[in-house]
């Protein structure tokens, strides 16, 4: 087995491509403090010392390292993680997996939902997706949409100018009912 590794626009965050799925469906975003008996793989890669992200898409695995770790200290113990993982045929996510799901919302503005996450869904996150994260929709408020960025996307540098310039600008233009965009922790 070959994994090969991209780095991403997040200096912290590396991208692993195992050239098999990862999730047939979906994402899974894990953090530090997260319950992690959902995925036996994430419970490995956080076992690896300074790793404090894992996010899960459908052929790729993004890890986020701390600060003052570096890749080339960790990322021999995360290519065999993953690849001992990987040739075991254990499934990576236990159970339904839920997590990549856009936060439900009702109200009279449930067809404006629908046109922001029909966009979110058909031409965002297959971009994002390329680059090791994800963008999930949380809530519309008073014209204010607002999104949890995931993986690689998540303490991005260049994550604000993408929100702003690009999201901001789509979502304004196809849906005028949208006057900004906000990132949520």
């Given at each position: ?28 975003n894990f ?35 701390g600060e ?118």
């Open positions: 087995m070959f994994i090969q590794t991209e780095e991403t626009p997040n200096p912290a965050t590396l991208k692993f491509l195992p050239g098999q799925s990862v999730l047939a469906e979906g994402t899974a953090e530090i403090g997260d319950e992690l008996e959902s995925s036996p793989l994430a419970k490995l890669l956080f076992s690896v010392e300074g790793v404090v992200g894992v996010f899960f898409g459908n052929d790729f695995i993004t890890v986020t390292k003052d770790v570096f890749w080339e200290h960790i990322k021999p113990a995360l290519l065999g993680t993953i690849m001992e993982f990987m040739q075991s045929g254990e499934e990576i996510m236990r159970g339904k997996n839920d997590k990549s799901a856009h936060a439900s919302h009702e109200g009279p503005d449930i067809e404006v939902v629908k046109r922001i996450t029909d966009l979110l869904d058909t031409r965002v996150r297959p971009a994002v997706a390329q680059d090791g994260g994800d963008i999930t929709f949380q809530s519309f408020e008073d014209g204010i949409v607002y999104l949890h960025m995931q993986g690689a996307c998540a303490g991005c540098p260049s994550s604000t100018m993408t929100l702003k310039m690009g999201i901001e600008n789509l979502l304004k233009h196809y849906v005028p009912e949208v006057v900004e965009v906000r990132p949520v922790a």
